[in-house]
């Protein structure tokens, strides 16, 4: 005679293994991507220079930066990358090279639109050059002004590259270096 409580285990069973099976796949699906900023900025880039792009690189990374914080402590490695290292709370990196250029936009009212996408989302523009055909976007988030940590969406368009950057920094770190170089 079996009892019915002894059924019902085996669906638990099988799913919390089935959990564990795809628990890796989740955390790796995770940090494939970029953060929303970074998909905007990198997005309105795109449509600036009016060509195709094709994705060579896209992470996003938090806990990844653990065990490279760690490695980093027990190697022989420069104070300024060790310091480099310990600023970052978070980083979404994507790297993009020319598939096929096409025409692109007027740089001013390219730069508008993505001004206007990234204030909605809460960030402000630092810094916008186009010169000799590189354009290097640089935003802040308005919200970190009285925290300790900032964020900074980056893009750099340069030729047939394109890169794409935003990260959490917590600035503090990287002071002493930047006063010992004045």
């Given at each position: 005679m079996s009892t019915p409580s002894r059924h019902r285990v085996w669906p638990w069973v099988l799913a919390i293994m089935?959990?564990?099976?795809?628990?890796?796949?989740?955390?790796?699906?995770?940090?494939?991507?970029l953060s929303?900023?970074?998909?905007?900025?990198?997005?309105?880039?795109?449509?600036a220079t009016g060509s195709t792009w094709i994705t060579r690189f896209q992470l996003k990374s938090g806990m990844l930066l653990?065990?490279?914080?760690?490695?980093?402590?027990?190697?022989?490695?420069?104070d300024d990358a060790r310091r480099a290292i310990a600023a970052v709370r978070s980083a979404s990196v994507g790297v993009y090279e020319l598939d096929e250029a096409g025409p692109s936009e007027d740089f001013n009212d390219a730069l508008a639109a993505i001004d206007r996408r990234m204030a909605r989302a809460g960030w402000e523009r630092l810094v916008g050059v186009h010169e000799n055909g590189q354009r290097v976007l640089i935003y802040t988030n308005k919200h970190d002004r009285d925290r300790s940590d900032v964020r900074l969406c980056v893009g750099v368009v340069d030729g047939a590259q394109l890169v794409v950057v935003s990260a959490k920094i917590r600035p503090e770190t990287l002071v002493p270096r930047s006063e010992e170089h004045t």
């Open positions: 089935l959990g564990i099976c795809l628990l890796p796949v989740v955390i790796v699906a995770s940090h494939i991507g929303s900023e970074a998909a905007v900025l990198r997005d309105g880039l795109k449509k653990l065990p490279a914080r760690a490695v980093v402590s027990m190697c022989h490695v420069d």
